[in-house]
């Protein structure tokens, strides 16, 4: 069935570095891709999307490009803040009714001042 | 506009006990679900609902009931609380012309003992 894999953490950065967290899926067709993130204590929030193949999403300097030919998602930001220090999870729909949203396992980034 | 609350959140029980998880949406969207978010696995559904008065089951629905008596209003319920159900749980909910976005609450905290 469709799945998510992302890399697993904890990542540790300093404050203005380069990040990448990878996600890669397995899924029937093309289906829209997700980055969720949690902020410690809080519930998820939609971070960005793409709908179809090569389509980039971007919100809060973070971007992800929708790569079919490697079936990969992989997160990115050009210079990390300490308030980017959360859990940030890949997503895709599943291929059924109700809309239900299946989630990688999570990857919590910490950044040092 | 208070989005998705949940009560309580945070609780501790005892092996045994039960208790009903409530959570609350004023976005009038059709569909909600519950979640359990346990270190190094995700987020994992529980229960879901397509509208008022329906429910069904999702990835983990054992030791869960739920109900949709209100459209506005998703009740997660253990009946016998066991220590495999200590975990975080979160309630979303979305839109029926939405693929993407679900609107998550901030969390139940339930330790069982």
């Known amino acids: 069935g469709d799945s998510v894999t992302q890399m697993e953490g904890p990542v540790t950065l300093s404050e203005e570095a380069f990040l990448t967290i990878n996600c890669t899926y397995t899924a029937t067709g093309y289906p829209s891709l997700f980055w969720y993130v949690q902020y410690p204590g809080e519930g998820l929030q939609l971070l960005l999307k793409a709908t179809k193949a090569d389509d980039k999403g971007s919100n809060k300097g973070f971007e992800a490009t929708y790569r079919k030919e490697t079936t990969s998602f992989h997160l990115e930001k050009g210079s990390v803040q300490v308030s980017d220090s959360a859990v940030y999870f890949c997503?895709?729909?599943?291929?059924?009714?109700?809309?239900?949203?299946?989630f990688g396992s999570g990857t919590r980034l910490s950044i040092r001042p | 506009n208070a989005g998705v609350t949940q009560t309580p959140k945070f609780r501790v029980l005892k092996t045994g006990q039960s208790m009903t998880l409530l959570c609350a949406q004023d976005?009038?969207?059709?569909?909600m679900y519950w979640y359990r978010q346990d270190p190094g696995m995700g987020l994992r559904l529980i229960h879901y609902?397509?509208?008022?008065?329906?429910?069904a089951k999702g990835e983990v629905p054992d030791g869960y009931n739920v109900s949709r008596l209100k459209k506005q209003n998703f009740l997660l319920g253990l009946e016998s609380a066991a220590p495999s159900q200590t975990s975080v749980y979160f309630c979303a909910s979305q839109q029926v012309t939405s693929t993407d976005t679900q609107y998550f609450g901030p969390g139940t905290r339930l330790t069982v003992l």
């Open positions: 609902s397509v509208g008022e008065g329906t429910t």
């Open positions: 997503a895709l729909p599943s291929n059924s009714s109700a809309s239900k949203i299946i």
């Open positions: 976005m009038n969207h059709e569909y």
